[in-house]
């Protein structure tokens, strides 16, 4: 969420502590776009929401089509790693729940026009 990590920039700035040092801004689970979707159908159940999973095999296939895939193609359903638990600790940061991400960006697109209600 990109007020979360506005917070953590923040708190970078104000925190001697963060001086030279990196932290890592995001969840340590990876979450996939049929993840997403499942999170905002469970919120908007009389939407639309397609939750099929494009398998990576077929994803990678695709890459031979499509340059921005190509660039990526290695990476296609390799989840990665990573662990906010630097800035946790050292600085008090937190995450809102992802959901919470989910539904608020929804809601943003609704108040935008993006999407209709």
């Known amino acids: 969420d990109a007020r979360d990590l ?19 801004a995001g969840t340590e689970k990876c979450y996939s776009l049929r993840d997403t979707a499942l999170i905002l159908k ?47 600790t050292r600085l008090g940061w937190t995450l809102r729940p992802v959901e919470e991400s989910c539904y608020d960006t929804v809601e943003s697109m609704f108040e935008c026009g993006v999407l209709k209600r």
């Open 6 to 24: 506005a917070e953590l920039h923040i708190l970078c700035m104000e925190r001697p502590e963060a001086a030279g040092e990196r932290f890592i």
């Open 42 to 88: 469970a919120k908007y159940p009389k939407r639309s929401i397609p939750t099929a999973e494009i398998p990576a095999w077929l994803s990678k296939a695709f890459a031979f089509l499509d340059d921005e895939l190509w660039s990526v193609r290695f990476n296609i359903g390799v989840p990665r790693a990573v662990t906010p638990q630097k800035a946790i």
